[in-house]
C-alpha cells in the first residue's frame, strides 16, 4: 500500500541543542591553547617558585645554602631583600640599622674608626619605616652574636607603628610562606641559580655610581640660584615654625610601641646601643614641614626629649646628636640637601662621637640641646661658606 503523500520523506531536523553545542565547542577549541599556556606559565611559576624556596637566595629558612655578604660590601638600598643574609651571618657583630643619611659607611671605614674589634654591615637604606624598621631590629634581638647596634633615630619615627617604606619586602620577613612566594622575581631568579651555579654571596656592583650621585647632588645644591630659593621658602615659612603641635610623649605610638622595646630588649642582652641623631641643617625644619608636618620643628623636639628619657636608664645606651653646633647644622657648605650631609669632615665626626664620647645628648643636658636647636632654628638665616659659582 502506497504511503499517502503527505508522509513524503523529510530532511531530520537536528536536536534542538545542537547549534549552541557547536557554538560551545567552536569557543572551547579556541580558549583551550590560552588555557594550556595559562596552565603551563603557572606550572613554572610554581616549578621556579620551589627551586627557589630550596635554594633560599634570602636566608629565610632554616634550610638553603645558607648565602654571606661580601665583607666589605656597602649594599645600601639593596639591603632590603638581604636582611636576613645579614642578621644570621655569625662574622658579623656590629650592625649599623641607618637610613640614606649613612648609606655611605663601609665596614672598613667604621672599623677604622671604632676599632679593631668591629665587624660591621651596614644595614641602611632610604626610607625606613616603623614596620620595617622594627622587623629588622627584631631579627637583631634574636642574633645571639650582636654586640653593637648603630640606630638614626629618624624623623620617620613620627608616623604610625603600622607604615612600611612602600618598597620594603614585609613578605619575607612576616613568617608567612605563602607570602613568600611573591620572591620570585628576576633578580631572585637570577641569584638563585648563581648560588646553584657556587656564588655564594651577594655584593653591590653600584659603588661608583653612588659616589658620583652623591657628588653631583651636593654641586646641584650648592648653585647660588638654588641657595636664593631656598632662602625665599625660609622667609615664607617663618611666622610658623615654631608652632606648637599638642603632642606629648603618647603621641609617638612608634617609638613607645616598637623602638624602646627593641632597645630594652638589646640593653638587657648586654648589646651596646648608639643612637644617632640625624644631622640635619636647620633649613631643613623650614623645607620638610610642607610634607611632613607644619609642627615639625616641635615634634621633632618632643620626640627626641621623649626618647632619651624613655632610654636613659638602659645600660649600655647612649644618645649622639651633631645638629647643636651651629657651625655644622647651620652652614649649609655641609650638605648634599637640607637633611642629608656631605663634609667628609662631618661625617667622620658623625661615627667618632662613639668612640670619643663627645656630642652625647643625656637627660641632664637635653633641656640645653632642645633649647639651643630651637633658638637657632627660629633665627636662622641662609648662611652658606661654600666658593659663590654657578655651576
Not at 614641614?289 to 621633632?300: A, F, G
Request: glycine content about 6%.
Amino acid at each position: 500500500m502506497a504511503r499517502p503523500e503527505h508522509f513524503a520523506s523529510v530532511a531530520e531536523s537536528p536536536p534542538p541543542h545542537s547549534a549552541g553545542f557547536r557554538l560551545t565547542d567552536t569557543r572551547w577549541r579556541a580558549a583551550r591553547p590560552m588555557i594550556l599556556a595559562a596552565a603551563l606559565i603557572t606550572f613554572l611559576y610554581l616549578l621556579l617558585a620551589s627551586v627557589v624556596i630550596a635554594v633560599d637566595p634570602h636566608n629565610v629558612y632554616r634550610w638553603g645554602a645558607n648565602p654571606r655578604i661580601e665583607p666589605d660590601d656597602t649594599p645600601r638600598d639593596m639591603v632590603i631583600d638581604w636582611i636576613d643574609v645579614a642578621t644570621k651571618d655569625p662574622s658579623f657583630n656590629t650592625f649599623l640599622v641607618g637610613s640614606s643619611i649613612t648609606a655611605m659607611y663601609s665596614p672598613e671605614y667604621l672599623k677604622a674608626i671604632l676599632g679593631p674589634e668591629t665587624r660591621a654591615v651596614n644595614l641602611s637604606y632610604g626610607g625606613p619605616r616603623p614596620k620595617d624598621r622594627d622587623l629588622v631590629l627584631d631579627r637583631l634581638i634574636d642574633n645571639p652574636g650582636v654586640q653593637h647596634v648603630i640606630l638614626t633615630f629618624d624623623w620617620t619615627y613620627m608616623v604610625g607603628p603600622d607604615v612600611a617604606n612602600s618598597g620594603f619586602p614585609t613578605f619575607l620577613y612576616d613568617g608567612d610562606i605563602t607570602n613568600d612566594l611573591r620572591m620570585v622575581n628576576l633578580p631572585t631568579i637570577r641569584k638563585t641559580f648563581e648560588i646553584m651555579s657556587g656564588k655564594l654571596t651577594y655584593d653591590n656592583p653600584d659603588d661608583a655610581e653612588y659616589q658620583t650621585y652623591v657628588k653631583n647632588m651636593y654641586v646641584k645644591f650648592q648653585r647660588p640660584s638654588e641657595i636664593a630659593k631656598l632662602g625665599r621658602m625660609i622667609e615664607r615659612n617663618r611666622k610658623d615654625i615654631d608652632a606648637k603641635s599638642g603632642k606629648d610623649c603618647h603621641s609617638f605610638r612608634s617609638v613607645n610601641e616598637q623602638l624602646i622595646p627593641d632597645v630594652r630588649s638589646l640593653s638587657e642582652r648586654g648589646v651596646r646601643v648608639d643612637i644617632l641623631f640625624p644631622i640635619e641643617s636647620y633649613a631643613f625644619y623650614y623645607v620638610r614641614q610642607n610634607d611632613i608636618s607644619p609642627t615639625l620643628l616641635d615634634e621633632q623636639m618632643i620626640a627626641r626629649r621623649c626618647l632619651v628619657n624613655a632610654v636613659g636608664d638602659l645600660s649600655g645606651v647612649r644618645v649622639f646628636a651633631l645638629d647643636g653646633d651651629p657651625t655644622v647644622a647651620g652652614d649649609l657648605a655641609n650638605f648634599r640637601e637640607v637633611g642629608h650631609a656631605y663634609d667628609p669632615a662631618i661625617l667622620q665626626r658623625f661615627v667618632s662621637a662613639m668612640k670619643t664620647g663627645k656630642d652625647r645628648i643625656t637627660r641632664a643636658n637635653f633641656a640645653t640641646y632642645e633649647r639651643d636647636i630651637r633658638n637657632a632654628v627660629k633665627e636662622y638665616r641662609i648662611a652658606n661658606s661654600f666658593p659663590i659659582h654657578e655651576n
